[in-house]
């Protein structure tokens, strides 16, 4: 479900929910209160569409509650009335405050359960468990795939001269070089070190081998002054492939280590 997708019906739902609650507690007598219920798509809103939308249920509540309030209980003035939705609004601030804190914890873990925290690329079990849908996908309707393997040519070398925090930011601009290099629909992601992948669904033996080039370039470019970094790119090509994910990265792993014996920054590739 896309973050679109959940937001409106997090809109329709709340929406939904406060007609549901108006109605029932309408039609109640005054000694049953139904009214604190709104709090629930009020929440609902808070959770799936954000703040603002919040605050908008809350006071589209307030109304609905002062019109019932007024209405059914004898003696109910709108002042009155209103110093009761004053309550109504300090205890829905502080549970959307709470609720919103909570979300953003959540998208945080989520996002530290599948993202690397240096380069924002997946990691190495989110990277691997793309490739594996991808695989099952490719093997029920066999079209081409490709996996691209890289690994930075002597980093061990920048990390000793320049200082890990240069090896840092060095990476950081490697993942922005492959994202910049690489189709929308392509994954990327770090494998861990200074090793990196990509993988290209539809996308066949020429095109890879094409965009391992432009990849590798991209990478002369962007490091044209000191400390000069280049990279080994290992490349493999299929399609319907009977591999696994491991027998996958293993193959794309050798002939990214062919590519570093037949003397670094170049690509090899391998077709199964």
Known sequence: MTR???HL????????LTVVIYVVNDMTPPQIRLALLYLVPVLVATWYAGMLWGIAFALVAMALRLIVEVEQQTGMTVALSMVNQLSFAAVAGIAMVTFRHLRRTQEQLSLLATNDPLTNLFNGRAF???????????????????????????????????????????LRLVADAMRSSVRQADIVGRLGGDEFAVLMPETDAPLADAAAKRLAASLRTVFKGTPTVTASIGVVSCVAAESSTDEL?????QAMYEAKRAGKDRVVQVTI
Do not use: M, W
Request: proline share 3%; glycine share 8%.
């Open 249 to 253: 990265l293993r193959r794309a792993d």
């Open 4 to 6: 679109t997708t959940r």
């Open 128 to 170: 691997s468990a793309r490739l594996t849908q991808e695989l099952e996908r490719n093997r029920r309707y066999p079209r081409p795939l490709a996996l691209l393997y890289l690994d930075l040519d002597d980093f061990k070398v920048i990390n000793d001269s320049h200082g890990h925090q240069t090896g840092d930011a060095v």
């Open 9 to 16: 019906l997090g809109i329709g739902g709340s929406a939904a």
